[in-house]
């Protein structure tokens, strides 16, 4: 969900802003895995804080109104525009997580691979040979 800095200002607290903000192109690639880790935390405490104030003020207003669905107008429109938005960004976050691992990963096991080389010829033999099917 494309959303501008503004539209995102008129829905976000400042500490959801600085989420926000750590989501973007620009500032989410100087992250590393511990502090995306964090702000991931961060942003899925938010988001469903939010989706549980969204289903809250859903059944308040079913009770209030006798509608099946608790839907009355754009009642809740602003509380499920902005759990929306923390889920994006939470999205953002996991998805980089999950690219920083997988380019991590060839070099953990090149790392795995050189250390057992090593461990083998401190003990004075040969590496065995894997085979790869």
Do not use: W
């Not at 590393?32 to 308040?60: E, N």
């Not at 602003?78 to 991590?104: C, G, H, P, S, Y």
């Amino acid at each position: 969900m494309p959303i501008t800095r503004r539209e995102a200002q008129r829905l976000l607290d400042s500490g959801e802003m600085e989420l926000f903000d750590a989501s973007r192109r620009q500032t989410i690639c100087r992250h590393d895995a511990r502090s995306l880790t964090a702000l991931l935390r961060r942003a899925r405490s938010a988001r469903d804080k939010q989706r549980d104030l969204y289903q809250r003020q859903r059944l308040a207003s079913q009770a209030r109104t006798g509608d099946k669905g608790g839907r009355s107008g754009d009642a809740n429109r602003r509380t499920l525009a902005k759990a929306e938005l923390l889920d994006d960004i939470l999205q953002r976050f996991d998805a980089r997580l999950v690219r920083l691992a997988d380019a991590d990963a060839p070099s953990e096991a090149a790392g795995a691979k050189a250390r057992a080389q090593r461990a083998h010829a401190r003990a004075g033999r040969e590496p065995r040979q894997t085979s790869s099917r």
